[in-house]
């Protein structure tokens, strides 16, 4: 796989996927936080999508693509949002992410498409949700917004997923990869607290029930195993995947958890 990047999914994908997959161009590189990001960020984002296109078309090669599944392109629907539900994404991150799939899907070029939710594992940048949870928690105060939940997914099965489909030759899809149980953030402190051993001091913000569920329907059907190489079920999800990782972000140099430490 040639692997486009040099971040938290760019790692992790070269770690499973570096020496298999000599077919496929993955993408993992652009703009990761919805909070800093700028115009110049979008355009170094869309043309360098513009560049891999036109290198894959050239040389027969499948591109991996990566979007959201978050609240940035589904907003808060009453139910599960599927791939084939209209979509009026509320900010720019979201309308640029839908705006990049169009181009793949129009390119002519072979892809895959892959709408992610809040992928949590080794070699995360400190802006990203557990980074940052971790570390408010560790400084003694965190903010909390009510009603606000994330869908966490480990990365183990972001890779498995993403494994099993490039055997499979699966293709010209556009498939949610997510764990399909959002969690309340209030849930999420709480159980990093226990097991860091702190409680942090609570600012509440208001809000009101904030869920973003993804469908995993159309995923599970092409992978039926999804989800089962971490061998836990749903209920203890949350904490397998805190259980795992904790020890390695709490164990980071203050200078590697912190955003000025990138």
Do not use: W
């Not at 909390?144 to 966490?152: I, N, S």
């Amino acid at each position: 796989m040639r692997i486009i990047g040099d971040g938290f999914l760019a790692r992790n994908l070269a770690s499973a996927f570096e020496d298999r997959f000599p077919e496929v161009t993955a993408l993992a590189s652009g703009v990761s936080s919805t909070a800093t990001a700028t115009p110049g960020e979008y355009d170094r984002e869309a043309h360098l999508l513009y560049d891999v296109l036109d290198e894959c078309r050239r040389h027969g090669r499948r591109l991996l693509f990566f979007s959201t599944a978050s609240f940035s392109l589904y907003g808060f629907p009453a139910g599960e949002a599927t791939e084939a539900d209209p979509v009026r994404p509320p900010n720019a991150y979201g309308r640029h992410k839908l705006a990049l799939e169009s181009v793949v899907r129009s390119s002519g070029t072979e892809h895959l498409i892959l709408r992610l939710s809040h992928v949590v594992g080794r070699h995360q940048r400190p802006h990203q949700l557990l980074p940052t949870l971790v570390r408010h928690i560790l400084e003694g105060e965190v903010t909390v917004h009510q009603g606000a939940h994330r869908d966490l997914l480990d990365v183990r099965d972001l890779l498995h997923a993403v494994g099993r489909l490039l055997d499979d030759g699966v293709s010209g899809e556009v498939l949610n990869l997510a764990s399909g149980s959002p969690q309340p953030v209030e849930s999420i402190v709480t159980a990093i607290e226990q097991r860091l051993g702190v409680t942090a001091r609570r600012i509440h913000r208001p809000g009101s029930p904030a869920i973003t569920r993804a469908s995993v329907g159309r995923l599970r059907r092409l992978v039926p195993d999804f989800r089962t190489g971490t061998t836990v079920q749903d209920q203890d999800y949350l904490g397998a995947l805190l259980d795992t990782y904790l020890p390695y972000y709490a164990a980071l140099p203050v200078d590697l958890r912190t955003p000025s430490g990138r």
